[in-house]
């Protein structure tokens, strides 16, 4: 059986104004469908330019990202785009929210992109995700009036807005409390009870997370796998 995603030879390389920086240094490995892998190690260990490899969200100077066999490093512009509206949830540390939309336009706002959803039916399905975890009265609500608890859990239900397969987060309970942070493990647990594949950066030593493997690295390598 294939690997959900399989990273070979993975290699970035940073031109600075007066040297070069390697962020990623020849990193391999896989993750089987339904995973949770945790990806930790300390600051400036390369763990967020590897999401960003897996996110499609960078390149790599040289190496090859496959997610379900398709080769994303190989896409372009919007080609890459329309890929990751189709088939990534993201959810970020700062929870990356439009100021301007209602938590419920923040939800449909990827739903309106991917076109996967009928526009009819976009709504039900932002209010059932809200509903899910437990927010649904802040639908008509602006980010700086709730929690980062709760701009949290809207980041989630963003990401989860065109039902993805492969979820990607980094250190998304790092700027949150220890309550808050356990709801939102509980989250992602429940993402690996529906078969979805989740690889979580995180630099925490303690984890709540049901996870199959952790993956750290140090100096951009992977020390372990």
Request: hydrophobic share 40%; aromatic share 8%; proline share 3%.
């Amino acid at each position: 059986m294939s690997a959900f995603i399989e990273v070979k030879n993975l290699t970035k390389v940073f031109n600075g104004s007066e040297k070069r920086f390697t962020a990623l240094n020849g990193v391999s490995f896989s993750v089987g469908k339904g995973e949770l892998v945790i990806i930790s190690g300390k600051s400036g260990s390369g763990k967020s330019t590897l999401l960003n490899m897996l996110s499609g969200i960078d390149y790599p100077t040289e190496g090859e990202v496959f997610i379900e066999q398709v080769p994303i490093h190989k896409f372009k512009g919007n080609q890459l785009a329309a890929w990751r509206g189709r088939n990534l949830g993201i959810v970020f540390q700062f929870f990356q929210l439009m100021p301007t939309l209602t938590v419920l336009e923040n939800i449909m706002l990827p739903m309106e992109f991917a076109g996967l959803i009928a526009r009819g039916h976009q709504k039900q399905r932002a209010m059932e995700l809200l509903d899910r975890v437990g927010i649904s009265s802040l639908a008509n609500k602006f980010p700086a009036s709730i929690s980062g608890g709760e701009k949290q859990r809207v980041a989630i239900v963003r990401a989860l807005a065109n039902n993805p397969g492969f979820i990607v987060a980094d250190e998304p309970t790092g700027n949150l409390d220890s309550m808050n942070t356990r709801s939102i493990h509980g989250l992602f647990n429940s993402l690996i009870d529906e078969g979805k594949t989740v690889v979580y950066v995180t630099h925490e030593k303690e984890t709540s997370l049901n996870y199959t493997r952790k993956i750290e690295m140090v100096d951009g390598k992977i020390l372990n796998n």
